[in-house]
């Protein structure tokens, strides 16, 4: 049971473009989400996150929206560099499940030049 | 300010054999949480140490035991080792609380022959 779920494998965009990773789950208890990067052979690093009594939270180039009615939630990195090509997961935690978090696939970001 | 460590980086054994990994947590945090991420997937939450005893337990057999020291320091044991058993173990520490961001560290990568 796939309780975080991210249906694309790869995202390709170009430097300074916008880049939209997506993020669905059917859990309802879940109600803190976040995003991690991770580079091979390094720990995920965390990147941003979002309380269900909000819809969006932004830093910097990273802006997370959470829409709960669709159990879905977005990470769009403007603009987008070279650097940011790493693997993206999102992960969800709740009150039920303490502290734990469940983690989506991960999708893989390539920023070309 | 030091992060979550991890020791050893990487770790080769044989089926039947026993594995230990360690972990120091971030400076001020109190709860280790231990994770596996196979190949191409996200990674699955195996259990959690606060005040020295297990808090929580994700799907994992009872092979997979752990132990968290005065110094909120963690170790992950792991017996009779399958092949199935080679991943990459990541340690995350936090306060533990609900909606504490979890940081990570750089993981042990085991490879089971």
């Known amino acids: 049971d796939q309780q975080v779920k991210q249906n694309s494998p790869s995202l390709s965009v170009q430097e300074g473009r916008i880049s939209i990773l997506n993020c669905d789950y059917t859990n309802s208890m879940f109600d803190y989400f976040l995003w991690y990067k991770k580079y091979p052979a390094e720990g995920p690093t965390f990147l941003i996150s979002i309380s269900s009594i909000k819809d969006k939270n932004e830093d910097g180039r990273f802006t997370v929206f959470l829409n709960k009615s669709a159990k879905h939630l977005s990470l769009h990195i403007v603009p987008s560099q070279p650097g940011d090509s790493a693997v993206y997961f999102c992960a969800a935690s709740g009150e039920t499940s303490g502290s734990r978090l469940t983690f989506g696939e991960g999708t893989q970001l390539t920023v070309n030049p | 300010d030091a992060g979550v460590t991890q020791s050893p980086t990487h770790l080769i054994k044989t089926r039947g054999q026993q594995v230990t990994l360690r972990c120091s947590p971030k400076s001020g945090h109190d709860t280790v949480s231990w994770y596996q991420q196979a190949l191409g997937q996200g990674p699955q939450f195996i259990f959690q140490?606060?005040?020295?005893?297990?808090?929580q337990r994700g799907n994992f057999p009872d092979r997979f035991s752990g132990h968290q020291f005065p110094n909120y320091s963690s170790e992950l044991n792991v017996n009779a080792l399958l092949l199935g058993d080679s991943a990459l173990y990541l340690c995350?520490?936090?306060?533990?609380?609900?909606?504490?961001?979890?940081?990570f560290g750089p993981g042990t990568r085991l490879l089971v022959l």
């Open positions: 995350a520490s936090s306060h533990g609380g609900a909606q504490e961001t979890q940081y």
């Open positions: 140490y606060y005040e020295e005893e297990e808090r």
